[in-house]
Nanobody, 114 residues
Framework: QVQLVESGGGLVQAGGSLRLSCAAS????????MGWYRQAPGKQREFVAR???????TITNAVKGRFTASRDNAKNTVYLQMNSLKPEDTAVYYC????????WGQGTQVTVSS
């Protein structure tokens, strides 16, 4: 089993920045990659970013150039640096990990005010 704990969400004005963290524990050796999804009110959950064990990242076009994903393997933690935030980035952000199965964090709220 893998446990994921997210932190770093909050309220920020448009144009501001936030950094989300996701710490993995448990059977971390089984994880192939980790990343982030988000779900805005009334919308389906959508992919945001993914980072492999070797650090290769994939970022969705909607946030490319504003969001970056990184990881600290020593801490089993991945990060999502979000810059130039827009009101449409408001959502619950979920960390996920893919190993023997998919694992999900509890989600952290990001609210961007205009």
């Amino acid at each position: 089993q893998v446990q994921l704990v997210e932190s770093g969400g909050g309220l920020v004005q448009a144009g501001g920045s936030l950094r989300l963290s996701c710490a993995a524990s448990g059977s971390v050796f089984s994880i192939n990659f980790m990343g982030w999804y988000r779900q805005a009110p009334g919308k389906q959950r959508e992919f945001v970013a993914r980072i492999t064990n070797s650090g290769e990242t994939t970022i969705t076009n909607a946030v490319k150039g504003r969001f970056t994903a990184s990881r600290d393997n020593a801490k089993n933690t991945v990060y999502l640096q979000m810059n130039s935030l827009k009101p449409e980035d408001t959502a619950v952000y979920y960390c996920y990990a893919v190993g023997r199965t998919d694992y999900w964090g509890q989600g952290t709220q990001v609210t961007v005010s205009s």
